[in-house]
């Protein structure tokens, strides 16, 4: 089968949800991993552009190495966490890194206020790929200090 590929940071059955009905020289959708999947299309131009723009929200790369794991994927994230950071435009986790877990934090309480820092702990030990629960005292002190707590 011949076309271009768009990895995206959906799932496939997500991925072709937003398709529906809409064409866009779209061949096949197929998962590409946990929350990623692979369009194959044929789409050029303008097309090429609006097949772009469906999946804006969450992340998309012309190669697979262009294409960070998206937030959801972050361990200790429920999908309120995740829509929240989206929201503010955190999409990827590579994106929460250059953030950082107190910058991302931030940004998602200027717009949540009810927001705990449960949120903040299950970022920072995210990061590290840890459950948040095995922070101690001194880095949740730490992570305070930084937020200016």
Excluded at 20 to 27: D, E, F, N, P, T
Excluded at 79 to 101: E, N
Aim: proline content about 3%.
């Amino acid at each position: 089968m011949r076309g271009s590929w768009l990895y995206v940071n959906v799932s496939a059955a997500a991925a072709r949800k937003r398709l529906a009905g809409r064409g866009l020289g779209v061949k096949k959708v197929h998962s590409a991993g946990r929350n990623q999947a692979v369009v194959l299309h044929t789409a050029e131009g303008e097309h090429l552009e609006e097949l772009q723009t469906i999946f804006h929200d969450v992340g998309w790369s012309l190669t697979e190495q262009g294409l960070s794991p998206p937030i959801d994927n972050l361990r200790n994230l429920g999908p309120t966490s995740a829509q929240w950071l989206r929201d503010v435009g955190v999409r990827t986790i590579a994106d929460l890194r250059q953030l950082g877990a107190v910058g991302a934090y931030e940004l998602v309480r200027r717009r949540q206020p009810e927001c705990s820092l449960n949120l903040l702990w299950a970022l920072a030990a995210g990061l590290d790929e840890r459950d948040w629960r095995e922070l101690t005292a001194e880095e949740k002190q730490a992570l305070r200090r930084e937020l200016g707590r």
